[in-house]
């Protein structure tokens, strides 16, 4: 099974390949250029280095969010195209559910936090254990999410984490850990997760892909506020 997985959802996005469950390559955007400029060229690029043509492609794959509102309506909107054209599959997985496997082995049964730089000071977040989602996710202020975690032993990877680091160490102390690489490209870990749910035969169509916005767009949040006054 071939699967070309896409993330568009932070500024590091990146575009991957898996054949048979494995990835073979992984490819970092040029964070110099947006989503709307850079693709769907680095995806064709990306065949092209693996030596794979579009047609041989089985799967489709793309991060559903939580991230930025510009990037997820790109990344998906690129993606549903390839996969109509195709006539493949379309899978959309969580970027947390993808941090949450990526430190699993690292986190020896501690919960995981992940956490996604949400701008304007907030994170992102949510919580898991042994693999499964405990606390959905939220965006919120750093020490809000802090303050419910207490001092229980934590391994933090995101982005986000890598930014607020000095805090979280400030406020946890021994019991936090960052990841060893806390902001890892995502696309791989998309491809192999949506491998898997292929394989099940566990998808929907295209078209029923949706972002996972988390927060309000900024235009929602000024129709209220007209609405309120």
């Known amino acids: 099974m071939v699967v070309l997985a896409l993330d568009t959802t932070t500024p590091a996005g990146s575009c991957a390949l898996a054949v048979d469950g494995s990835v073979v390559r992984?490819?970092?955007?040029?964070?110099?250029?947006?989503?709307?400029?850079?693709?769907?060229?680095?995806?064709?690029a990306l065949l092209e280095h693996s030596g794979v043509a579009l047609g041989a492609?089985?799967?489709?794959?793309?991060?559903?969010?939580?991230?930025?509102?510009?990037?997820?309506?790109?990344?998906?909107?690129?993606?549903?195209?390839?996969?109509?054209a195709a006539g493949k599959p379309l899978i959309g997985v969580s970027g947390l559910d993808a941090l949450a496997r990526m430190a699993?082995?690292?986190a020896a049964g501690r919960p995981i936090a992940t956490w996604v730089d949400a701008w304007r000071g907030e994170v992102y977040a949510a919580l898991y254990t042994n693999g499964v989602e405990v606390e959905a996710p939220v965006v919120a202020k750093p020490d809000e999410i802090l303050d419910r975690l207490a001092s229980q032993?934590?391994?933090?990877?995101?982005?986000?984490?890598?930014?607020?680091?000095?805090?979280?160490?400030?406020?946890?102390?021994?019991?936090?850990?960052?990841?060893?690489?806390?902001?890892?490209?995502?696309?791989?870990t998309i491809a192999t997760i949506a491998g898997d749910t292929a394989s099940k035969g566990a998808y929907a169509p295209p078209h029923a892909v949706r972002p996972m916005y988390v927060r309000r767009t900024d235009a929602e949040l000024a129709r209220d506020a007209r609405a309120a006054g």
């Open 26 to 44: 992984e490819e970092a955007s040029d964070v110099s250029l947006t989503p709307v400029t850079r693709l769907p060229l680095d995806l064709m």
């Open 57 to 84: 492609v089985d799967v489709f794959a793309v991060v559903t969010g939580p991230g930025s509102f510009t990037g997820l309506r790109i990344g998906i909107s690129t993606m549903q195209g390839l996969a109509f």
């Open 104 to 106: 699993d082995r690292e």
């Open 153 to 188: 032993p934590t391994l933090f990877i995101g982005d986000g984490a890598r930014t607020y680091q000095e805090k979280i160490q400030q406020r946890m102390g021994g019991p936090a850990a960052l990841a060893q690489h806390p902001a890892p490209l995502l696309a791989g």
